[in-house]
């Protein structure tokens, strides 16, 4: 098992294309570990505000009357692809890995299968 920081610190070295990674509490919007980013994109706004999406889709699944859950939700710009993973993992309840990829290098299903190993192996 990986504390917050070693898996962070994972997603950046082992999947191509990382950009910045992040572990937030959707509940509260807060970030609860961050590595990259930079001055031209602040990693700890763009996770808050992904809270909204999660919580909107919720919203949304909940109005419809789906009975599934949400593996991940990809957003994808003109230059980057944003990975969110909702946690299954024990401990991991109201939690998300939030990855920025630079959609010129990055392969997102490794990504995402990388992102699921990762998730599997973290203990919150």
């Not at 992904?50 to 009357?65: C, F, W």
């Not at 859950?69 to 990975?83: C, M, R, S």
Request: cysteine-free; aromatic content about 4%.
């Amino acid at each position: 098992m990986a504390n917050t920081e070693a898996s962070l610190k994972e997603a950046m070295s082992s999947i191509e294309g990382t950009t910045g990674v992040a572990l937030v509490d959707y509940t509260s919007g807060m970030a609860l570990g961050t590595i990259g980013g930079g001055k031209d994109f602040n990693l700890e706004v763009a996770a808050a505000g992904n809270t909204d999406v999660i919580r909107a889709k919720l919203r949304t699944m909940e109005h419809l009357g789906l009975k599934e859950e949400i593996e991940d939700i990809l957003i994808t710009l003109g230059t980057q692809y944003h990975l969110i993973r909702l946690l299954k993992t024990r401990g991991g309840n109201g939690l998300f890995l939030y990855l920025v990829l630079d959609a010129s290098r990055a392969n997102l299903a490794m990504a995402r299968h990388q992102l699921k190993k990762i998730e599997a192996e973290l203990e919150v």
